[in-house]
């Protein structure tokens, strides 16, 4: 999309006073650089949507799909707020809803916040400026004050812890690859120096920021677009390609071995603790006490003293699912997904491929992170989610 169809689409938006999708665009572009200034700018692009849909009748669905999303998420929400009040009561549930369970209501909102297909992609190209913004910033003032760019100076110059970051980074990572690889892209040496040139920038700054999981996902994305690409006509070019892969592979993560493996290991402690908690509550889960309180009793009980102070929540999504909500939470949660998946994959959707490397990118970070818990994760996976489901066709 030039720059010019985007200030065409822009004052569309403008002339159509469309100022809900206008205020998502500045939420998603805001998403690298200040969670407070996105939050508030997502707050009220939902209420402008409401306004919207309600006096002014605006479309409130833009695809059968994302309103089927729409109430399979809310299901889950309402099993979320159900479970808290069995588990505590009306008043804990109240109380505690900004802290644990506002967050989940983002599922079935990213839905009704959605236009066409052309203008979902404004989202994507705001949330790449914002990023490059974002990285750019801290490199000069790293440059400028002679410091090292790495995840601690993301974390004191943005407030964005580095998983964030590569995660955003790997979701625009997504969309180039689906391009570069898109059926009639013409595949000359130009467009294989320039790809294995941002190989290598890539594999930099995951590297300098420390993410060794998104490492091996934009490597496991490389193979996902490419492989399949392979022909007689380009295995020279995607040779050299794969080449400079290799090579960026070798010179980054033989430095990180240990860390891989120090990092492994300090999980599964935490990990451990987590499975522990949740064999005490299997089924509904434990909304007696928040998540990390729930662990560091299990630490506690373990004997394992050091972890009391570092205040940790499960560091895996689906643990974390489990541990508050139960098995029949987490089961929900997939079934949510899997219609999601199944309303995509059967019909003949250009976004696929797309969705596809979308849910590589979630499930592995999943393992990890808890990253539903925070506005940088939980925007970035509800619109995702619902963002492949409307097609260029709808």
């Known amino acids: 999309m ?10 569309h938006l403008i002339n159509e006073k469309d100022f809900s999708f206008i205020a998502l665009i500045l939420t998603f572009f805001l998403l690298p650089l200040s969670i407070n200034l996105s939050s508030i700018a997502f707050v009220v692009a939902a209420v402008l949507k409401i306004y919207q849909s309600t006096l002014l009748q605006f479309k409130l669905f833009y695809s059968e799909s994302v309103r089927q999303s729409c109430v399979f998420a809310l299901c889950f929400f309402c099993y979320i707020i159900a479970n808290s009040i069995i588990q505590k009561d009306i008043q804990y549930t109240v ?75 790997l979701f625009i990572i997504n969309q180039l690859m689906a391009f570069v690889t898109e059926k009639g892209m013409k595949f000359n040496w130009l467009t294989a120096i320039s790809i294995a040139t941002f190989f290598f920038i890539t594999f930099w700054l995951l590297y300098s920021v420390n993410s060794k999981v998104s490492i091996l996902v934009f490597v496991f994305l490389v193979i996902f677009y490419l492989a399949p690409k392979l022909s007689n006509k380009t295995a020279v070019k995607y040779g050299f390609v794969f080449l400079i892969l290799a090579l960026s592979i070798y010179m980054f993560t033989s430095q990180l071995e240990q860390s891989y493996i120090d990092a492994l290991e300090y999980r599964t402690q935490i990990w451990e603790a987590a499975i522990e908690a949740i064999k005490q509550k299997p089924f509904f889960g434990n909304l007696q006490d928040s998540e990390k309180n729930v662990i560091n009793l299990q630490h506690y009980l373990n004997g394992k003293y050091y972890f009391l102070d570092s205040n940790l929540n499960s560091h895996n999504q689906y643990l974390s699912i489990t541990l508050k909500f139960g098995l029949i939470g987490l089961i929900i949660f997939f079934i949510y997904l899997f219609h999601c998946c199944i309303s995509l994959y059967k019909k003949n959707s250009s976004n696929q491929r797309l969705f596809t490397g979308f849910l590589l990118i979630m499930f592995t970070i999943f393992i990890i992170e808890n990253i539903l818990v925070r506005h940088h994760g939980i925007i970035l996976f509800a619109f995702g989610v619902n963002y492949f489901l409307i097609s260029k066709n709808e």
Do not use: W
């Open 2 to 11: 030039t720059i010019q169809s985007q200030y065409y689409m822009l004052r």
């Open 95 to 169: 109380a505690e809803f900004d802290r644990q369970f506002q967050h989940y209501a983002l599922l079935f909102i990213a839905p009704m916040l959605l236009r066409e297909y052309s203008f979902n992609k404004l989202l994507i190209i705001s949330l790449s400026y914002g990023l490059t913004i974002a990285i750019g910033y801290v490199l000069f003032v790293c440059i400028i004050t002679n410091t090292t760019f790495d995840q601690f100076a993301i974390q004191y110059y943005l407030d964005l812890h580095h998983t964030y970051l590569s995660l955003f980074l």
